[in-house]
């Protein structure tokens, strides 16, 4: 017997094919619309598929009955009564299919439809007891299916007419059969087909007898009761879905979209169409066309599709074509087939037509909880269904599940601020691009959803509880300080960088998203003020603390009231225990080389993201131990040849006129450890380089204030770092620029990173950012920039960082050399044959990349397309999307050209200190065939 399980996880559906070894003859039971993987299966295991049976009519995906009959000539077959448009035949009570050996059962079992019907497998004719069961809607793993879907439809039958059906389906056909039945269900955990479905897609009878709440003992009545209260909301799509797989309809398209130009779209959007942008939500917040309606591929993508998207109206993709032909695909799993177009090339027309172009707003928790204070017209929606909200919502939320939304939107305000949230956040993006399309003008989704906030400790509203208005009580800045002279604890809610930039002397540092699990820490028998930056977070904070009995007051206005109070305030003096640097690194997945100082590489899956590499994932090259620096007494000495010596504290610096630039920056090691032969200093793999958004100071801005003389060739720049090199001599960190160079290069004095204060791994509370250069010339923790008419010769400018030939020829280490990177898939993955699809990232300190070509199987070169716009001193994402057919081990091998001509060696000269080794990377996977 074979017995094959094709689970799709996108919409929890299971379908099965059953075949007979001895005969070939093969069934397909309840098949999703894009057959080729019954066809595949069938035609490797030299079956023939004879008959498409159907366990009930389905509501939640369009069948591909009508493909598969019209591919094999297969029968289709329906319960007896089933009302369709086209020929089928009837499977009664009791009858049995033969394909040989193996047998099938049926067992007429109405309830979740009238139609309904379950699948008894048998091995062998006279076998003592069946295989398994296949239970359709009836039985799930965990559930059973709802009953109420045909009359939430307008049908003519009553949810407790079908649910009384459905406990004598149970209890007199599938729980008289042995408890070793196996049950193979046509739903798993996530389908609206029942509540409380398990994640396991398989299981016995006597499992179910034991752990499945509805088929525990109880009369018809509880059974009744059980089963039809608090049921999600019937999904939108459904009824079209159950209209459709009773008709004959048109058979899956499953040719890829026409690549079309903006101005088709743009007719085809003022027609009426839907703009559809399947990309991944942090991708889509970016930038995307105005209007799209977002819904992210990797999630539960054709069931909200369907939610949210018409079926009456045109759709037209507009994210990123390499996906069209997959959403296209999913799309008509729910019968959504009027894909009209896929936009070509979007990232040139999001650059040509910054005019056609939105961003997405995302709060996190803190920012919402500041909102809440200071926006009081704000509007809260919670898109999670009814069983989720019955744990609790945030305060004043409006409750609209997703499923039903597109319908309810005159329950809202167009005109007010919009803060959508669901559980952990993929919905809320939904529903935010939803409302943003329908014309609600400010909308801003929850990063993290209710999970985060209520895992905050932040206040939640639950049902039938009271709630307390007005309870949290304020004081001004003024009240504040006398009652922390009165002994009152000061509770500082907001953030380290927050607190490092000025805080309250004598204030206790909690950030809001600790307080929850530091409560005890707090006292009970003093009263505890909480202040933010502006009041709104703390106000939040200041009502948990009060419902769970602490004395706590907020401070109205936060630390900006304080301040503008002249109240005082001091800086922090970030410090890092090496022990502590050592195992952030190792949960953050680095790969670290060395502890103290801390050196790491970022991971290659950790490339994989957006533009910007969180902080706490950058790469970190360190000489010397990081120093502690006092940002309160911290100074920038500028001197030597100049008009006017500069000395400028970071308050000072920070008013300057300042810039933001995204800038790459790579160790001049990176890629080391494949040089044969090897050479000394840290292993670098091909981590050590990350990509940042830098603020600060333009050098220039620096230099003309201070007035470099005409005399003056060379800057010097001294970081607060010191050490002994080889000679046992103590020296500090330093570099130097030519003036020239640090002229025209685009350098920073940045004093931010990723819009935090820098860290202190990377030169807290100011570091030089050379764009272009290897980074051992972007000095951190500087301290003193030097103009001077002598070429300096410090260690790492003449004994280090030069490239050095076994011939003794010497060339000093500057620009970063063009690169090319695979970031996914990863060295020694395995792949299933067909397309496959290569990313990665490229850079080159000369010019931005022009090509990135890929050689795979020692095939030709073949041309990657470039992601995004393209722009100097920052990494460009490319893809790849290509055919692989031979099993077996294979190599993948990238290479990078940039627009100054650089092409990407095979193999560049060795030099001694393993300096800007960047030879094509090759990556070796294995490819499989799929199951």
């Given at each position: 017997m074979i017995l094959t399980q094709h689970y799709l996880s996108c919409l929890s559906q299971a379908s099965y094919l059953i075949g007979d070894e001895s005969t070939g003859r093969a069934v397909v039971v309840d098949p999703r619309r894009d057959i080729g993987v019954y066809l595949e299966e069938a035609a490797r295991r030299g079956l023939t598929i004879e008959r498409v049976l159907e366990t009930h009519i389905h509501a939640d995906f369009l069948s591909g009955h009508l493909e598969l009959a019209d591919r094999t000539g297969a029968v289709i077959c329906y319960g007896a009564g089933a009302d369709v448009e086209f020929p089928f035949e009837p499977l009664e009570d009791g009858q049995r299919v033969s394909l040989g050996k193996v047998t099938l059962e049926v067992l007429a079992t109405p309830g979740h439809t009238p139609e309904s019907v379950c699948l008894l497998v048998w091995e062998r004719p006279d076998d003592p007891a069946p295989y398994g069961v296949l239970t359709g809607d009836t039985l799930f793993v965990g559930d059973v299916g709802r009953p109420d879907l045909l009359a939430s439809a307008g049908g003519d039958v009553s949810a407790d007419g079908l649910a009384r059906q459905l406990y004598r389906s149970l209890h007199g056909k599938l729980l008289t059969l042995p408890d070793s039945t196996r049950v193979y269900p046509a739903h798993g955990a996530g389908s609206s087909c029942g509540r409380a479905l398990s994640s396991e897609t398989v299981s016995t009878i006597g499992d179910q007898r034991r752990t499945n709440y509805a088929v525990q003992p109880m009369s018809e009545d509880a059974f009744v009761a059980a089963v039809t209260e608090g049921q999600p909301a019937r999904p939108r799509y459904f009824s079209f879905d159950a209209t459709a797989n009773r008709a004959n309809h048109a058979l899956l398209d499953d040719e890829p979209p026409d690549l079309i130009d903006v101005d088709q779209v743009l007719a085809l959007r003022a027609a009426g169409a839907a703009l559809l942008d399947a990309r991944e939500p942090a991708d889509f917040a970016v930038g995307h066309l105005a209007g799209a309606v977002n819904i992210g591929l990797q999630g539960r993508f054709a069931e909200w599709a369907g939610n949210v998207l018409s079926p009456e109206r045109d759709i037209v993709l507009v994210g990123d074509p390499a996906q069209a032909a997959e959403v296209k695909i999913r799309l008509a799993r729910?019968?959504?087939?009027?894909?009209?177009?896929?936009l070509a090339d979007p990232a040139s027309v999001f650059s040509a037509r910054p005019d056609l172009v939105e961003v997405s707003s995302r709060l996190a928790i803190a920012q919402l909880a500041e909102l809440r204070g200071l926006e009081s017209d704000l509007q809260l929606l919670d898109v999670r269904t009814s069983a989720e909200t019955a744990d609790g919502t945030l305060p004043a939320a409006v409750e609209i599940p997703l499923a039903i939304l597109a319908e309810s939107l005159d329950g809202l305000d167009r005109r007010l601020p919009l803060v959508v949230y669901c559980a952990s956040g993929y919905r809320s993006v939904v529903a935010a691009s939803l409302l943003t399309s329908a014309g609600f003008t400010d909308v801003s989704d929850l990063l993290g959803g209710f999970g985060a906030w209520a895992a905050a400790g932040?206040?939640?509203?639950?049902?039938?509880?009271?709630?307390?208005?007005?309870?949290?009580?304020?004081?001004?800045?003024?009240?504040?300080?006398?009652?922390?002279?009165?002994?009152?604890?000061?509770l500082d809610v907001r953030e380290p960088e927050?607190?490092?930039?000025?805080h309250a002397p004598g204030a206790v540092l909690m950030p809001m998203g600790e307080v929850r699990s530091r409560r005890t820490e707090l006292p009970f028998d003093r009263r505890i003020v909480v202040v933010c930056r502006s009041g709104g977070r703390s106000a939040a904070i200041t009502d948990a603390l009060r419902s769970a009995g602490y004395d706590a007051v907020n401070l109205?206005?936060?630390?900006?009231?304080?301040?503008?109070?002249?109240?005082?305030?001091?800086?922090?003096?970030?410090?890092?225990?090496?022990?502590?640097a050592h195992r952030q690194a190792v949960d953050e997945g680095m790969l670290v080389h060395r502890a103290d100082p801390l050196n790491c590489e970022t991971s290659i899956p950790a490339l994989i993201g957006g533009v910007v590499m969180p902080n706490a994932r950058f790469y970190v090259r360190n000489h010397f131990a990081s120093p502690i620096i006092d940002a309160s007494g911290w100074r920038l000495q500028v001197g030597g040849l100049v008009e006017r010596r500069l000395t400028l504290s970071l308050p000072e610096l920070t008013r300057l006129p300042s810039d933001t630039r995204v800038v790459t920056l790579e160790c001049a090691g990176n890629g080391r450890h494949t040089l044969i032969p090897s050479v000394e200093g840290e292993p670098w793999r091909f981590g050590a380089v990350s990509t940042a958004e830098w603020t600060g100071v333009p050098l220039v801005e620096i230099l003309d204030r201070a007035g470099v003389l005409s005399t003056a060739t060379e800057l010097l720049f001294r970081g607060a770092d010191h050490g002994t090199v080889e000679n046992a001599q103590e020296i500090h960190f330093e570099r130097s620029l030519s003036v020239d160079s640090a002229r025209v290069g685009d350098a920073l004095l940045a004093y931010a990173m990723n819009g935090e204060p820098l860290p202190l791994q990377h030169g807290y509370p100011v570091r030089l950012i050379v764009p272009g250069w290897y980074g051992v010339a972007s000095v951190k923790w500087l301290t003193d920039i030097e103009a001077t008419d002598e070429p300096f010769y410090g260690y790492f400018q003449a004994d280090k960082y030069w490239y050095e030939t076994a011939q003794g020829d010497r060339e000093p280490v500057t620009l970063q050399r063009v690169r090319a990177l695979i970031s996914e898939p990863s060295d020694r993955d395995s792949v299933p044959t067909g397309s496959i699809t290569v990313r990665g990232v490229a850079w080159s300190g000369a010019a931005p990349i022009a090509r990135v070509e890929l050689s795979v199987d020692d095939g030709p070169w073949q041309p990657a397309r470039l992601i995004g716009e393209r722009q100097p001193h920052r990494w460009q994402w490319w893809e790849l999307i290509t055919e692989v057919s031979?099993?077996?081990?294979?190599?993948?091998?990238?290479?990078?050209?940039?627009?100054?001509?650089?092409?990407?060696?095979?193999?560049?000269?060795?030099?001694?200190?393993?300096?800007?080794?960047?030879?094509?990377?090759?990556?070796r996977v294995t490819v499989g065939r799929e199951t």
């Open positions: 729910v019968g959504l087939d009027r894909v009209a177009g896929q932040l206040p939640v509203a639950v049902p039938g509880e009271p709630v307390e208005a007005g309870r949290v009580r304020g004081v001004s800045a003024r009240a504040a300080g006398y009652l922390v002279e009165d002994g009152a604890v000061l927050e607190w490092a930039a000025g109205t206005g936060g630390m900006c009231a304080w301040t503008a109070g002249g109240l005082p305030t001091v800086e922090a003096t970030p410090t890092v225990d090496p022990r502590e031979r099993a077996g081990p294979i190599a993948i091998r990238a290479r990078a050209t940039d627009l100054a001509g650089e092409m990407q060696p095979d193999i560049p000269p060795w030099n001694r200190h393993g300096y800007g080794n960047n030879a094509i990377q090759q990556v």
